[in-house]
T-cell receptor, first 115, second 114 residues
Framework: NAGVTQTPKFRILKIGQSMTLQCTQD?????MYWYRQDPGMGLKLIYY???????DKGEVPNGYNVSRSTTEDFPLRLELAAPSQTSVYFC??????????????FGPGTRLTVT | KNQVEQSPQSLIILEGKNCTLQ??????????LRWYKQDTGRGPVSLTI?????NTKSNGRYTATLDADTKQSSLHITASQLSDSASYIC?????????????FGTGTKLQVIP
């Protein structure tokens, strides 16, 4: 199993450009998540998905969009990139998030700089 | 507002020594608490998961404790190794009945030196 994979690893965007961060998991997890991690801050949830076709906003969704057409893939779209979106983005997945203790598996992250 | 506070922010210890990291939280209603290890430039990796009824859990040289009454947790690292150098993140989940809302601490950055 590759686990959770993310591409690209690094990206520099100009203000106003758009891009899609890719995330794929091969563990057949139903839940997937996107987080951002800013220096000195805890991870913040951007969007999550409880299964194919179902997505919902997290704590900091503004400026981002997601889709979940398959169980495996959960891309994050940035429209009109802004310097405030400079961050490290982590994708994660888990088997179940409702009830009980579950383990989240994280990808290696995408470091994004907007200038 | 749910909060997770970790201390110390950073810590330097000699290889072979033990250390204890602290986590205090205000998340309610509590569901579970997890400790993650995050190496520089990598994603977090789960070390332990504890529910309300568990007050201690070990994973090799890592031992986590939980006091749900005082809303405190600690992570004890025994006989530290250079590879333990990383950030350790405390994560607390809220039992909201459906999707579990999680709150991440800002982490303790541990450096183990020879």
């Amino acid at each position: 199993n590759a686990g959770v994979t993310q591409t690209p690893k690094f990206r520099i965007l100009k203000i106003g450009q758009s891009m899609t961060l890719q995330c794929t998991q091969d563990m057949n997890h139903n839940y997937m998540y996107w987080y951002r991690q800013d220096p000195g801050m805890g991870l913040k949830l951007i969007y999550y998905s409880v299964g194919a076709g179902i997505t919902d906003k997290g704590e900091v969704p503004n400026g981002y969009n997601v889709s979940r057409s398959t169980t495996e893939d959960f891309p994050l779209r940035l429209e009109l990139a802004a310097p405030s979106q400079t961050s490290v983005y982590f994708c994660a997945s888990s088997y179940s998030a409702s009830g009980g203790a579950y383990e989240q598996y994280f990808g290696p992250g995408t470091r994004l700089t907007v200038t | 507002k749910n909060q997770v506070e970790q201390s110390p922010q950073s810590l330097i210890i000699l290889e072979g020594k033990n250390c204890t990291l602290q986590c205090n939280y205000t998340v309610s209603p509590f569901s579970n608490l997890r400790w993650y290890k995050q190496d520089t430039g990598r994603g977090p990796v789960s070390l332990t998961i504890m529910t309300f009824s568990e007050n201690t859990k070990s994973n090799g040289r890592y031992t986590a404790t939980l006091d749900a009454d005082t809303k405190q947790s600690s992570l004890h690292i025994t006989a530290s190794q250079l590879s333990d150098s990383a950030s350790y993140i405390c994560v607390v989940s809220e039992n909201s009945g459906g999707y579990q809302k999680v709150t991440f601490g800002t982490g303790t950055k541990l450096q183990v030196i020879p």
